[in-house]
């Protein structure tokens, strides 16, 4: 799904709350064991803050793997840093 750059401005701006809500649901309902015997993190809005704090001096196209994508923190919290500086300020 491509979203244009109008539709991202509309986007709410507490996308990073949102997602991390849905990391803390899904951790409730996965059995602690199963979930680190397959591997899954699923990365906190703080550890993926920091790491989309990261990019810098991106310029064109943008093409982000998110290699986890569990419920998207990183990506979430990538278009939350980044996007203000490739879409203008967020309304609030």
């Given at each position: 799904?491509?979203?244009?750059?109008?539709?991202?401005k509309?986007?709410?701006y507490?996308?990073m709350?949102?997602?991390e809500?849905?990391?803390?649901?899904a951790?409730?309902?996965i059995?602690?064991?199963?979930?680190?015997?397959?591997?899954?993190?699923m990365t906190?809005a703080?550890?993926?803050?920091f790491?989309a704090?990261l990019?810098?001096?991106?310029?064109?196209?943008?093409?982000?793997?998110?290699?986890?994508?569990?419920?998207g923190s990183?990506?979430?919290?990538?278009?939350?840093?980044?996007?203000?500086?490739?879409?203008?300020p967020?309304?609030?």
């Amino acid at each position: 799904m491509t979203l244009t750059t109008q539709q991202l401005k509309k986007t709410d701006y507490y996308l990073m709350d949102t997602v991390e809500c849905f990391r803390l649901d899904a951790n409730r309902k996965i059995d602690p064991a199963k979930r680190s015997g397959l591997g899954q993190f699923m990365t906190n809005a703080k550890v993926a803050s920091f790491m989309a704090s990261l990019f810098a001096n991106i310029k064109g196209k943008i093409n982000l793997l998110d290699a986890g994508a569990a419920v998207g923190s990183l990506t979430a919290a990538f278009v939350h840093f980044n996007g203000e500086r490739f879409l203008g300020p967020y309304e609030k």
